[in-house]
């Protein structure tokens, strides 16, 4: 069945592969993006999903374009929670404006995209919400206390939600990824890198097809069980319990 979805952060990276996993799987695709315009309209003119330019970190921006998206394309039914930033230092060095800006990007934006679409999903009896967490969320990690911070709370936001909201037939998951092989992680130092994939069983990077696929299924109608669920894909770099 097509649905409407939207995907923040959907047009570079893990998000860019999300957002053509679920237009390939039939669904009628939106994404965000926040500041590359031109990044964003070449995403447009190859793929031919529709792009919309807001600040998720902005919860006046996010409802507001949400229901333009929805005045245009019709309900939302999967909301994918991608979008993320890193602005990583010690802790000691850190400044209020590194904390705030990783926390309303990653975290802030988990309240400001989904409140504008829970009633009518509550209403309609369906939904599919997948909330892009982080390794560093379940692990932490040194010289990213506001990421991990952030991508923790996905965690826990998603538990909470899926649980106030299964019996109107929503589930809401989290897809925690490992170092997987986009752009951010390519701009690593190679002795760094090589560092990092010494400690990945898998003795690789993840691709970010593989977190796409993970995504068209936790927004399929067979996924209905999967509730309130952390899938993490990390290459058995982490096992985290739940």
């Given at each position: 069945m097509t649905r409407v979805a939207i995907v923040t952060g959907g047009t570079r990276g893990i998000g860019a592969a999300i957002s053509k996993a679920l237009k390939a799987a039939g669904h009628k695709v939106i994404a965000n993006y926040a500041g590359n315009d031109e990044a964003a309209s070449a995403f447009q003119a190859e793929t031919g999903i529709p792009v919309v330019k807001f600040d998720v970190g902005d919860y006046a921006a996010s409802a507001e374009?949400?229901?333009e998206i929805e005045q245009q394309h019709g309900p939302i039914d999967i909301v994918v929670n991608n979008a993320g930033i890193t602005r990583d230092g010690a802790f000691h060095r850190m400044?209020?404006?590194?904390?705030?800006?990783?926390?309303?990007?990653?975290l802030d934006c988990m309240f400001n995209v989904t409140r504008p679409v829970i009633e009518g999903m509550r209403a309609r009896g369906f939904g599919r919400i997948i909330n892009i967490?982080?390794?560093?969320?379940?692990?932490?990690?040194?010289?990213?206390?506001?990421?991990?911070?952030?991508?923790?709370?996905v965690i826990g936001f998603s538990k909470a939600l899926a649980q106030?909201?299964?019996?109107?037939?929503i589930?809401?998951?989290?897809?925690?990824?490992?170092?997987?092989?986009?752009e951010m992680?390519?701009?690593?130092?190679?002795?760094?890198?090589?560092k990092i994939?010494?400690?990945?069983?898998?003795?690789?990077?993840?691709?970010?097809?593989?977190?796409?696929?993970?995504?068209?299924?936790?927004?399929?109608?067979?996924?209905?069980?999967f509730n309130g669920s952390v899938l993490s894909i990390n290459g058995a770099q982490y096992m985290a319990n739940g």
């Open positions: 374009k949400i229901a400044t209020h404006e590194q904390w705030s800006q990783v926390i309303r990007t990653d967490s982080s390794i560093n969320g379940q692990k932490g990690q040194a010289g990213q206390t506001n990421y991990s911070a952030a991508k923790a709370g106030e909201n299964a019996p109107k037939g589930t809401v998951n989290v897809i925690a990824p490992g170092y997987i092989d986009t992680v390519a701009a690593v130092p190679e002795e760094v890198l090589k994939i010494s400690t990945i069983p898998n003795g690789r990077l993840g691709r970010a097809e593989e977190i796409a696929d993970a995504v068209v299924f936790l927004a399929s109608e067979q996924a209905g069980y």
